[in-house]
């Protein structure tokens, strides 16, 4: 990224500052020089000065938001998506920083790929931070070299898009990132068990006579890696878009374990259930897929209780020609950077009264927590100065079309929500402004 952040300042005044990692929930001004913040201060009370002011009255303060879970399609497929447009988007969306997922064309399991994508040339508006391939073209049987991955600037590793399946290669895994203190990231998803399958199994997918996949199928691999990572110190182990009340409960009991066992879940999962697939609409089918009531009414109770650490989009984006097919034959996932912030604030804030810093830990110490992205996630002095400002009150249609993805693949196009993104600040610049 160039980005002129030195001999920059900026206040932001007159806001509420909302810092779960240094238990801040109050009137405060923030400061932010030379890319870093510079001073934290009750309202008035900063000692330094700043060539630019931003007035924050009624909005919401917060650290810049953290997408664990996003497809930024490059390289390969920038008909879908590039990192330009996936950022811009994630900019519109509070997200100041991302975390892209390997499985593209090529698969991202060389140090070449992982620099490739952190170069200046892409375009990127927020930070990204690849995460890398935990087998040879994510194909289960040969493991990447971690080491040089980390050192080129991996996160993390998975083979999200498919499970790391057999157990000896994933014992393998979790043990060598151990070593250098590496989450590994899990789709857990027992393929053996959903092979063409297009959504939950109940009772909706009987009466559209689709098939549906089991939730055990998620279930059984994440008990199977909980065990696991059990077997050796300084594990990290990271469920990626958990779906079901029974991996929950996996989840839970991994947590009371000496293992580091963390968990991220989607929008559109504490949002909708299978019987909101309406007339076979493609815009619906994403893996893992929308479950029953009970398992939403679930992941609501883990996101308010400590269980899930992260909000996380699994921002897919696809061409239209890749969903206007039948439901069977149709492309999975959603795209969702624009919508995180607002379907949260209305669904978790509104409806099931989580509050507000418990949502916003979500999006910010959550996943610091997962993954390590030293001075972000708080705004601490001395961080980096990365913001997302927002209005908790103000409502808002989402229109799809109006989207900056160059993807339109929604189901929350026309929906009304209440929380907005304001402004988003990366680096002391501001790189979405709300008009
Ligand atoms: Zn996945």
């Known amino acids: 990224m160039n980005r002129r952040s030195q001999n920059h300042s900026l206040l932001i005044r007159g806001g509420h500052l909302i810092d779960p990692a240094a238990r801040i929930d109050a009137p405060m001004d923030v400061l932010l020089r030379d890319g870093q913040v510079a001073e934290v201060a009750p309202p008035g009370k900063t000692r330094g000065s700043a060539h630019d002011k931003f007035d924050a009255r009624g909005l919401i303060v917060a650290p810049g938001f953290i997408d664990l879970h996003v497809h930024l399609r490059e390289p390969g497929q920038s008909y879908k998506e590039s990192i330009a447009t996936g950022t811009a988007a994630a900019a519109a969306g509070g997200f100041t920083s991302v975390c892209c997922m390997p499985n593209t064309h090529p698969v991202v399991d060389s140090t070449e790929w992982v620099t490739w994508l952190q170069?200046?040339?892409?375009?990127?508006?927020?930070?990204?931070?690849?995460?890398?391939?935990a087998t040879k073209v994510s194909k289960g049987a040969a493991l990447t070299d971690y080491r040089a991955l980390q050192r080129a600037g991996a996160v993390a590793v998975t083979d999200d898009g498919r499970p790391i399946l057999g157990e000896d290669i994933m014992r393998e895994a979790l043990r060598l990132a151990a070593e250098i203190n590496l989450p590994v990231i899990q789709h857990a998803e027992d393929t053996r068990m959903t092979e063409h399958c297009s959504m939950n199994e109940g009772p909706t997918a009987f009466r559209l006579g689709?098939?549906?996949?089991?939730?055990?199928?998620?279930?059984?691999?994440?008990?199977?890696?909980?065990?696991?990572?059990?077997?050796?110190?300084?594990?990290?182990?990271?469920?990626a878009h958990i779906s079901t009340a029974?991996?929950?409960?996996?989840?839970?009991?991994?947590k009371r374990s000496k293992a580091r066992v963390t968990c991220e879940v989607t929008p559109h999962h504490f949002t909708l259930t299978d019987t909101d697939i309406r007339d076979y609409d493609a815009n619906f089918k994403m893996n893992p897929p929308l479950r029953s009531a009970a398992d939403r009414e679930a992941i609501v109770v883990a996101l308010g209780d400590g269980t899930i650490d992260a909000i996380a989009t699994d921002h897919a984006p696809h061409a239209i020609h890749e969903k206007m097919v039948e439901f069977e034959r149709a492309a999975f996932g959603i795209t969702g950077l624009e919508t995180a912030l607002g379907l949260a604030v209305t669904c978790l804030h509104r409806q099931h009264k989580i509050p507000l810093t418990r949502i916003v830990e979500l999006f910010t110490a959550g996943p610091t927590s997962v993954v390590d992205l030293r001075g972000r996630g708080t705004l601490a002095r001395g961080s980096h100065a990365d913001v997302t400002i927002f209005d908790p009150k103000k409502r808002w249609t989402f229109e799809g079309a109006k989207s900056r993805s160059k993807s339109r693949n929604?189901?929350?196009?026309?929906?009304?929500?209440?929380?907005?993104?304001?402004?988003?600040?990366?680096?002391?610049?501001i790189v979405y402004r709300a008009d």
Do not use: Y
């Not at 939730?215 to 300084?234: K, N």
């Open 119 to 133: 170069q200046p040339a892409r375009g990127a508006v927020v930070n990204v931070f690849p995460i890398a391939a």
């Open 210 to 239: 689709l098939r549906g996949m089991k939730g055990a199928a998620e279930a059984s691999i994440v008990e199977r890696d909980v065990q696991l990572a059990q077997q050796f110190s300084g594990t990290r182990l990271h469920e």
């Open 246 to 254: 029974d991996a929950l409960k996996a989840v839970r009991r991994g």
């Open 410 to 429: 929604t189901p929350f196009d026309g929906w009304q929500l209440t929380g907005k993104v304001v402004a988003t600040i990366v680096s002391g610049e």
